[in-house]
């Protein structure tokens, strides 16, 4: 599905800046599928910005500097995914200069990053917005929120989520192995899970029952941790369970087979993001059964990524269609309350060789 521009080309400018994480490159291109304009790219490691070189040619400034970009009145956001625990700095940043900022999850590794936050949003009165890409850039995962708001499956009474992931340590930077830099596996990848729980049950906060992370089979690398899982109530009265790992098998056509299932009163359905496996058709897909039937759902190239435009528009009306801000910032702090409940938690487990 091509996507459709929300604005006339020259209505929206933004920036995209820190290439630490290959997020930066589906926030980059979302908007600008979306009608943005690029106007400047910038990282201190230019080898970075060559998935990007398409930009470049047609027009893109490589900054010199990240005050290039925020002096710079014409730019109204700025997205990036710099190293985990320097987004919120960085964020503060961009919002005092007068400009809306778009980072990659996880948006904080503490929760004192996430008062100063908070606090900066009043101060500015700039947007802080997160890219929760496991719900927001896969066509499934987003329709299966149009559906539940549309009534499928009734009230959600759980949402359950699966989500292993490639490790490929050799391709890793230095921080990603280090808790301080990346937070913790419930910060991290958790914070995805989280803002899905609070999505599809159409929650606003939570209780965090249970926690565990685990370095389970990597002791070469003591600062990763390989396995978290957490279990929430939601405010609606909704469970919510997560387990995620960088256990993805070396067998898998993918990166990671993210499945969610979630229950309602009158039907469920299962999402199965990035491959259907053992089959050739692809993921993408949403199995639903519900009082009448029970279908598949494939949405590959027919929902595309509607958050983008919807966020454009948000940053000129001054709106919160996409997300709102007490959104993006509870699903950061029940992930990072989640973590903090596990490492306390924790007893020096030690695999077994």
Known sequence: MKPQPVVKPGEFFFAATHFDHGHIYGQTRGLVNAGGICKYVFDPDRKRLEPLRDLIDSGTKVASSLEEILDDPEVQMVTSAAIPDRRCALGLRVMRAGKDYFTDKSPFTTLGQLEEARQGVVETGRKYMVSYSERLGNESAWQAGELIKQGAIGRVLQVLNLAPHNLAAASRPDWFFRKECYGGILTDIGSHQFEQFLSYAGATDGVVNFARVENLGNPGYPGLEDFGEASLTLDTGASAYCRIDWFNPA????????????????????????INVAKEDGGDKIYLVDGTTDCEISCAG????????????????????????????????????AQAMADEARQGFTPRS
């Open 251 to 274: 067998g898998s056509r993918t990166w990671g087979d993210g499945r969610t299932f979630i229950l309602g009163e009158t039907g469920y359905m299962e999402l199965r993001k990035y």
């Open 302 to 337: 027919k929902v595309g990524f509607p958050f983008f435009g919807q966020l454009i528009l948000d940053v000129l009306n001054r709106t919160e269609s996409a997300m709102t801000q007490a959104h993006a910032f509870k699903a950061a702090e029940l992930s990072m309350r």
